[in-house]
């Protein structure tokens, strides 16, 4: 059956032009493509002619000509099958073009070839608005790609694709000059500048020159002699600077878990080693020093080149570009530098090393680059020589430098820094082990909360590792179910629509997560159930998104939650009163929240990230944060009362107990809290309970129902009730 199909697929092919003026092509093609895909075999694959996929309006083409999927049109040069068939995984179709090699992104060579075919057409014109597109988009493609040497092409001011290594982008704010021609003329060789589109982070990455390196690039162009001298800050003043905004070391395991979380990882680790390493086989003699205790951080996420080169940064700006991020390799990363002068850390096929002080790598790298990239796969043999220095990573979460594999995770290495080392960073040192063992206490005494909002992370694991080289243990895990509620990237749409004004309904989404907080030492398992309601703002947050990225370069979308333990009412009345719950940055900050639930936003942080940023002189970070609390935080509440009321009416099904009550109300606003960025919030829930019609009313009457504010009577004074009496008078100044 197999064999009569490609023998039709080739008549087809062969006799297009006949055969489609008298049947439908698409019918008959798929038809066969169907028969092909149920049942595909190795063998077939030389059996079909390569140029068998066929288009309307197209014909026949191979399978460097389409992908099978994508948003993006990059017609006419790559086509997307999506549009032309039912692609379905279950299906016969999608069978036959994925074993055929059809990709759901685009590869390297695709992204070559429609370069190239650009690079035709510029020739003799400049590209069209539509062709710009195409190219620009394939570019931020191809900065993502692992590329190994291949030459690379770049669309220029001119609008015509140029060869990158003949193309600058201009990095000196001084050089006022006339660049209007789109070139520039340097010894007798003639440089393009790049497209006003592409980022310079973009142009670095493909191998494009900053115009400073072609204008400065040697002392020969002066006639005389001089020596280099300014203004300069030693990286380790400017780390040490950084690190008095992170006051905890907690911050640490913090950042990295928020890292990891931006990446889309779902599992992160981390390995408290209390094991000394050899020190005979080391790249350097003061490498020496960092082979006793270190922390381990793991994920299961593998870095991008982007990634690459956004941790050697001080600060990434990837929120401006990546919306679903909560802060990608920023300057939170370098909180690391609490505990270590050298961190290190392995992916893909390179292994990283980081020296500010260009101390202990002297002599093999340069000041101005303070750091090594090693690929490790392909230096293998040679790394041996140096197995002391190396195995430092074997055995930990999988990862084997001497394998001659690509490490498809992330592992950071942190060797604790001891007194007997001299820093300009950091006076924090880990001599005895039990600084260490705090370290670990404080973390185990957070890791709960750390999971609670993340948009991606399903499990946080703690091991430990003796210093007898014993094999690493489990000690304490975190876990949530079902999967982690991805407000962010679930609602990609929908916010865009609000962004954009094409609709003034908030985006919401509430649930339930199920946390399971394991202690192995103890042989001890709690599972707590926690209720999750988000909202975005509206208008007021949608007209301050703009000024706070012009202001700031932040992109963050408007959006509040809270988290409620379900199981509230059960407790005592003394465990309830225990409860601390704290205000968040999708990761908790040292602040309470005033209420018996943690409440969530993309708030604007103060420096020190300690608290909410508040000042008198109304500036846009404050607005930010009045805007979230008084617009989305109203919406997440309410719909959270309402989720709360549903589950009272399964569990109470005949009445509420009235001593429940009072707990229930106390996640309702205090309308005595004047503070300047709540001073709205009280009011602005009780408009939305008015608005909304919203049942969070509990009924004496009919104890087993729960009504909106249109059916709700008072038999005695507001001053009685357990809800705030000054809350119940302005409901019903409103309401009635």
């Not at 062969?14 to 595909?40: A, N, P, R, W």
């Not at 999927?69 to 997307?80: A, K, L």
């Not at 001119?158 to 340097?186: M, P, Q």
């Not at 008084?630 to 009235?658: C, D, G, R």
Request: with cysteine; charged share 20%; net charge negative.
């Amino acid at each position: 059956m197999t064999m009569i199909a490609v023998a039709e697929l080739a008549i087809c092919i062969k006799h297009m032009e006949v055969i489609q003026s008298t049947i439908d092509m698409k019918c008959k093609v798929s038809k066969i493509y169907e028969t092909l895909g149920k049942h595909f075999s190795n063998d077939l694959i030389s059996q079909v002619p390569t140029n068998c996929f066929w288009l309307p309006s197209v014909g026949f083409c191979d399978v460097t000509r389409l992908l099978l999927s994508s948003s993006e049109d990059f017609s006419p040069y790559i086509h997307s099958l999506n549009l032309y068939y039912d692609i379905n995984p279950s299906t016969g179709l999608y069978s036959f073009f994925h074993s055929m090699g059809v990709g759901k992104s685009l590869s390297l060579t695709q992204c070559q070839l429609v370069m190239e075919e650009l690079s035709l057409e510029s020739k003799d014109r400049a590209l069209s608005s539509e062709e710009q597109r195409i190219a620009l988009r394939i570019i931020k493609e191809l900065s993502q790609c692992k590329r190994d040497g291949v030459e690379m092409m770049m669309l220029g001011i001119d609008n015509r694709i140029h060869l990158a290594r003949e193309c600058v982008f201009h990095d000196l704010s001084w050089d006022k000059r006339d660049y209007s021609a789109g070139v520039v003329t340097h010894r007798q060789s003639t440089y393009h500048f790049i497209h006003r589109e592409v980022s310079h982070d973009t142009a670095s990455s493909l191998g494009v020159k900053p115009l400073s390196d072609v204008k400065l690039s040697t002392r020969a162009a002066l006639p005389f002699e001089y020596k280099s001298g300014g203004q300069s800050e030693p990286l380790t003043t400017r780390l040490k600077s950084i690190l008095r905004d992170y006051e905890s070391d907690v911050d640490v395991f913090k950042e990295l878990i928020q890292n990891s979380d931006d990446a889309k990882a779902s599992e992160v680790k981390f390995l408290v080693d209390y094991a000394t390493h050899g020190s005979e086989s080391l790249i350097s003699e003061k490498m020496k020093y960092w082979q006793g205790p270190a922390i381990y951080c793991y994920n299961n996420y593998i870095f991008s080149d982007s990634d690459f080169i956004n941790i050697t940064k001080l600060a990434a700006h990837s929120k401006i570009s990546d919306t679903t991020t909560i802060g990608t390799f920023g300057i939170g990363f370098n909180t690391v530098y609490h505990f270590t002068d050298l961190p290190s850390f392995v992916s893909r096929n390179l292994l990283h090393i980081f020296d500010p002080h260009v101390k202990y790598l002297e002599g093999l790298v340069p000041c101005d680059k303070p750091g090594m990239s090693v690929d490790f796969v392909e230096a293998c043999d040679d790394l041996k020589e140096f197995n002391d220095q190396f195995s430092v990573y074997n055995g930990v979460f999988g990862c084997d430098i001497f394998s001659k594999r690509e490490y498809g995770h992330t592992l950071f290495r942190l060797p604790l820094r001891t007194s007997n080392i001299s820093s300009d960073i950091s006076q924090k040192f880990y001599d005895t082990q039990e600084s260490i063992q705090t370290l670990q206490t404080e973390f185990i005494e957070i890791a709960k909360n750390l999971i609670i909002f993340l948009q991606n992370i399903e499990s946080i694991e703690l091991y430990e590792r003796s210093e007898l080289h014993t094999d690493i243990q489990l000690v304490h895990r975190v876990t949530k179910e079902p999967s982690s509620i991805r407000f962010l990237s679930d609602n990609e749409t929908q916010f865009n629509r609000l962004m954009s004004g094409d609709t003034r309904e908030p985006v919401t989404q509430v649930g339930c997560i199920q946390l399971t907080i394991q202690d192995v030492v103890a042989d001890q398992s709690v599972s707590e159930e926690m209720l999750i309601s988000y909202s975005s703002g509206i208008e007021r947050c949608c007209k301050l998104v703009k000024e706070i990225r012009e202001q700031h370069e932040i992109s963050a979308k408007p959006l509040c939650s809270v988290a409620i333990p379900t199981h509230f009412v059960d407790v005592s009345s003394e465990d309830f009163s225990e409860i601390k719950c704290y205000l968040f940055c999708f990761l908790p900050i040292p602040c309470f929240s005033g209420y018996p639930m943690h409440i969530n936003g993309t708030f604007q942080l103060q420096q020190s990230r300690r608290a909410l940023h508040s000042t008198a002189d109304a500036s846009v970070r404050t607005r930010w944060n009045q805007a979230l609390i008084s617009e989305a935080l109203p919406i997440a509440l309410v719909n959270a009362l309402v989720y709360l009321t549903k589950l009272f009416s399964k569990q109470y099904p005949h009445t509420f107990p009235q001593d429940k009550l009072a707990r229930y109300y106390s996640f309702w606003p205090d309308s005595n809290q004047n503070e300047l960025l709540w001073a709205d919030y009280s009011t602005s829930v009780c408009m939305r309970i008015i608005e909304s019609r919203s049942p969070v009313f509990h009924c004496t009457l009919h104890p087993e129902r729960w009504v909106s504010i249109d059916k709700v009577v008072f038999f005695e004074s507001p001053r009685k009730h357990l809800l705030d009496p000054e809350l119940i008078e302005f409901i019903f100044s409103f309401a009635s």
